[in-house]
């Protein structure tokens, strides 16, 4: 991984001319075909595109699947390198630096199917007034939770404060309920939130004040995660959490073998599917030191078109991002998803067991480390999950994970 980004790096200072993965394709009927790499899944992804297709029969849409985040950024980091980039992708917060930069991405102002989307939004993957990124929705991650679980012990809700949740873990553990499990195969939604909600109480940004160095990550992460380093210290968490991904975690908590995940509203489809019956709800993360619950949360990534595609393809992909942003795309991919969208001409509904959450969004009250950081921020996320990793396994103490933060920051 480490050697992908690096290498995307030298590509991003020299001139784009990397081909993208198909050739100019138009068979017998007229049809084009462009390509697509998605991380929304097979399963959710496939109405949007059948959808899409009866719409406009065409163009027809090939695509290919990578889950987020690691996986999704290392393909389509090799493909860009190999040449095989295909027609659309996702610029997101772990790459937009090195695809902006690289001029990997048109620029998408100007056009018409970006004018109903908030500016938030479209602004979080621009630059400098252009716009590369269609990004149709806001999301939000906290703790989802079974009731019936909590019940068990007395508990109705997520804890306010962080020591009423681990007090809330050790209940549920003593009761013979595995309490918490949470995926650290990416940046965890625990970290990102407690950053963003100490963020949020400080006169100048806390990444403002790290990246200008006036502080550091020393400074401002240490304690964080010497408090979020408690669940693995107090024996709340197994360190074995490191081997799950955010699948795994789902289908635990849908079996009814954990009681709180880290999850956002792409789990609610999923886990009703598999658990109809469950009562279940979401929280946001517990506040530390007196300070209120917070969420992780972003602008989603957004669609882009690779530079490299022909004029025809670019064409294409352009009438697909039309599509999608479309009232109609745009209430197809949310029943999918259960995103909350940040379009003016559709009113997405929200599912009751998602609501605690979605204030979050509507008042912008969302951190997520990725976002805020003002450079190097691919490989800035790729030290901090393997050294969060290493802390949770009982290799190296908090401080150590904050220290190896400054040295990629100053060495990048």
């Not at 697909?320 to 795309?329: D, I, K, M, V």
């Amino acid at each position: 991984m480490k050697r992908s980004v690096a290498a995307l790096a030298m590509v991003a200072a020299v001139p784009l001319v990397l081909a993208g993965c198909s050739s100019p394709s138009e068979d017998a009927e007229g049809t084009t075909s462009i390509t697509l790499l998605s991380w929304t899944g097979e399963e959710q992804m496939t109405p949007v595109l059948e959808a899409f297709a009866e719409a406009h029969p065409e163009i027809k849409v090939e695509a290919s699947y990578s889950p987020p985040v690691a996986e999704y950024i290392q393909t389509l980091q090799t493909q860009v390198l190999s040449g095989t980039a295909p027609d659309v992708f996702l610029v997101a917060a772990e790459n937009k630096t090195n695809l902006i930069d690289g001029g990997h991405v048109v620029d998408l102002s100007g056009e018409d199917f970006i004018e109903n989307v908030a500016a938030f939004n479209m602004d979080t993957y621009g630059r400098d007034g252009a716009q590369y990124g269609l990004s149709l929705s806001s999301w939000a991650a906290g703790y989802a939770y079974n009731k019936d679980l909590l019940a068990e012990v007395g508990a109705t809700e997520i804890p306010e404060t962080w020591d009423e949740f681990l007090e809330l873990c050790q209940d549920l553990k003593d009761a013979g309920i595995t309490p918490f499990l949470e995926s650290v195969d990416q940046m965890p939604t625990t970290v990102s939130a407690m950053i963003g909600a100490k963020s949020s109480t400080m006169d100048t940004t806390l990444d403002d004040e790290i990246f200008s160095g006036e502080s550091s990550f020393e400074d401002q992460w240490t304690g964080v995660l010497e408090e979020y380093n408690r669940l693995y210290t107090e024996e709340l968490v197994s360190p074995d959490v490191v081997a799950l991904d955010g699948d795994m975690v789902r289908d635990e908590f849908a079996a009814g073998r954990v009681a709180i995940i880290n999850a956002g509203p792409w789990i609610i489809g999923p886990v009703k599917e598999a658990a109809p019956d469950m009562d279940w709800s979401f929280g946001k993360i517990p506040g530390l030191d007196g300070g209120s619950p917070y969420v992780a949360g972003a602008a989603a990534p957004g669609y882009a078109i690779n530079s490299a595609s022909d004029e025809a393809h670019q064409e294409a992909a352009k009438v697909f991002l039309g599509w999608l942003a479309s009232p109609e795309g745009v209430e197809i991919a949310q029943a999918q998803t259960n995103d909350v969208t940040v379009t003016s001409d559709f009113d997405p509904p929200v599912d009751p067991i998602f609501e605690p959450l979605a204030a979050s969004i509507r008042d912008g009250q969302l951190y997520l480390p990725m976002i805020a950081w003002q450079r190097s921020e691919d490989v800035l996320n790729v030290e901090a999950v393997a050294q969060i990793q290493r802390m949770i396994q009982g290799q190296i103490p908090p401080k150590q994970v904050a220290e190896a933060l400054d040295a990629k920051l100053a060495s990048s």
